[in-house]
């Protein structure tokens, strides 16, 4: 419990001035090497994880989910934040009782999304999405870690990019109790500008992934922090399925031109 109390005040201090990268490891190894990188905090990306297990993304379970959380958790020295998507529960009080479950974890903070899978109907209503955000702040309360609640309106990757309304969104999660903002799927600075203005004093989290913005651009909006979401894995899968398809289809080997080292992964470990 120290250990996480510290890694939870670390994380709340990363989010009061500045900007960090929060990148997104799928597995012990990825976030291995991603501290040995020198980033101040690691991210879990559902689709990463769920990938690394043989599933789509959504796919596995809240007991899938909990374990990789306790492994990554323990096994780095910097905070990390879970991808907790939709708490794996609609109602609110399954929402608390799975943070609960997560908190338990070690880990230092933690997202609930607003999705709800259904693209006939692809956000909670309002309401009910603000009674989860508020369950899920009490059950963090009531563990008594202080972890830092983000919570995230999925408007723009859900098939409902309106600004105006994941302002709003972000704005009732903000009075529920988040600690952080997040909107995915928004790629244009000022509307970016637009939503920290707006949802100022509460730090946002901006999702880069793909090549729109650099590090010292979403910094100068004023975004406290940035995360990659699966773009990682997808990196790592991308050159895999490309050697994979050569040496299936021409029987040729050009790929692995150009790679690591076994010597230079294998000293990523070394430390």
Same mark, same amino acid.
């Given at each position: 419990m120290a250990a996480q109390l510290d890694r939870v005040a670390l994380f709340r201090q990363l989010h009061q001035s500045g900007c960090f990268v929060i990148p997104n490891p799928w597995d012990l190894g990825s976030a291995r090497?991603?501290?040995?990188?020198?980033?101040?905090?690691?991210?879990?990306?559902?689709? #990463?994880?769920?990938?690394?297990?043989?599933?789509?993304?959504?796919?596995?379970?809240?007991?899938?989910?909990? !374990?990789?959380l306790r492994v990554i958790a323990q096994a780095v020295h910097v905070p990390v934040n879970a991808d907790f998507e939709g708490g794996f529960a609609i109602e609110p009080d399954g929402v608390a009782a799975?943070?609960?479950?997560?908190?338990?974890?070690?880990?230092?903070?933690?997202?609930?999304?607003?999705?709800?899978?259904?693209?006939? =109907?692809?956000?909670?209503d309002l309401p009910l999405a603000v009674d989860r955000i508020r369950a899920?702040?009490?059950?963090?309360?009531?563990? #008594?870690? !202080?972890?830092?609640?983000?919570?995230?309106?999925?408007?723009?990757?859900?098939?409902?990019?309106?600004?105006?309304?994941?302002?709003?969104?972000?704005?009732?999660?903000?009075?529920?109790?988040?600690?952080?903002?997040?909107?995915?799927g928004i790629k244009a600075l000022p509307d970016l500008a637009a939503l920290i203005k707006a949802v100022?004093?509460?730090?946002? =989290?901006?999702?880069?992934?793909?090549?729109?913005?650099?590090?010292?651009?979403?910094?100068?909006?004023?975004?406290?922090?940035?995360?990659? #979401?699966?773009?990682?894995?997808?990196?790592?899968?991308?050159?895999?399925?490309?050697?994979?398809?050569e040496i299936a289809s021409s029987g040729t080997f050009s790929r692995f031109a150009g790679t690591r080292t076994g010597a230079d992964i294998n000293a990523l470990f070394d430390r």
């Open positions: 090497v991603l501290t040995h990188l020198g980033f101040k905090a690691l991210a879990t990306t559902s689709a #990463g994880f769920a990938w690394s297990t043989g599933h789509r993304d959504n796919g596995v379970t809240v007991d899938d989910v909990l !374990g990789h799975n943070v609960t479950r997560a908190v338990a974890t070690g880990i230092a903070g933690l997202s609930i999304e607003d999705s709800t899978g259904n693209p006939d =109907n692809p956000l909670f899920a702040r009490r059950a963090i309360d009531q563990a #008594g870690a !202080g972890v830092v609640l983000t919570a995230r309106s999925e408007g723009f990757i859900a098939g409902r990019p309106d600004l105006s309304q994941t302002i709003a969104r972000l704005t009732a999660y903000a009075e529920a109790g988040a600690d952080c903002l997040y909107a995915p100022a004093p509460k730090p946002v =989290n901006v999702l880069v992934h793909v090549p729109f913005a650099t590090v010292a651009q979403v910094a100068d909006i004023g975004a406290r922090r940035i995360s990659v #979401g699966g773009s990682l894995a997808r990196v790592a899968w991308s050159g895999f399925l490309d050697a994979a398809k």
